[in-house]
């Protein structure tokens, strides 16, 4: 393989290491040609199956940041599914297949940088597919927008209640406005009786002299 051609394949691996959702690196040791064309359209939509030289995809997941991750599965026909969609549904895709072709291996992969084990494959391919998970979030969203909305609804009422008992309350400790003048009337009648007494007293002294 000449090298211009050699770097035209490392280029396009790492990018698909870098681009893609995750991959899954497989051996398809004993399948024939109509068997991986089967698996590539199982696939269709949510990952490519590349079969690829282990030397060549080991330099291109150097380049791309995971080399260390993916560098020990790279040993016989290797075959990489790099996921471009869903990747509960192409690991699904890959499980099945295999399944029915036990001659395909699958010997882990690599998601968000991490490395992933055949088990941990498998429990991804348990997920539900994207769709039903983006639509169970979406009606817990619903649900709590719904919540929020009839707190929201509830405010005005608990605020003119909260508004009617502190005028109840004040009322209740505001004095009678017909308490007052009695309260001075009793207090200036003793003031006005040492004038009258006394009017008196000069009175009476004018008359005997």
Do not use: W
Not at 127 to 139: F, M, T, Y
Not at 173 to 190: M, N, R, W
């Amino acid at each position: 393989m000449a090298n211009a051609e050699k770097t035209a394949l490392i280029e396009d691996l790492t990018g698909k290491f870098r681009d893609s959702n995750g991959a899954v690196l497989t051996e398809y040791r004993g399948l024939t040609v109509a068997q991986l064309s089967e698996l590539r359209g199982a696939l269709k939509g949510n990952a490519t199956f590349t079969v690829t030289k282990n030397t060549l995809a080991k330099v291109a997941a150097t380049e791309a940041g995971v080399g260390d991750e993916v560098s020990s599965m790279l040993s016989g026909p290797s075959a990489i599914a790099f996921v471009d969609g869903d990747v509960a549904q192409a690991a699904k895709g890959l499980l099945d297949f295999a399944k029915a072709n036990p001659l395909l291996v699958i010997k882990g992969g690599v998601l968000d940088g991490k490395a992933l084990t055949v088990a941990e494959v498998g429990k991804l391919a348990d997920l539900e597919p994207r769709e039903v998970l983006l639509a169970k979030l979406a009606g817990a969203m619903k649900a709590s927008m719904a919540g929020a909305a009839a707190t929201f609804n509830a405010l005005p009422t608990q605020m003119a209640l909260l508004a009617d008992a502190l005028r109840a309350k004040v009322e209740a400790s505001t004095p009678q406005a017909d308490e007052a003048p009695g309260a001075v009337a009793d207090t200036a009648a003793p003031d006005e009786a040492p004038e009258v007494t006394e009017a008196a007293q000069t009175a009476d002294t004018e008359t005997q002299d």
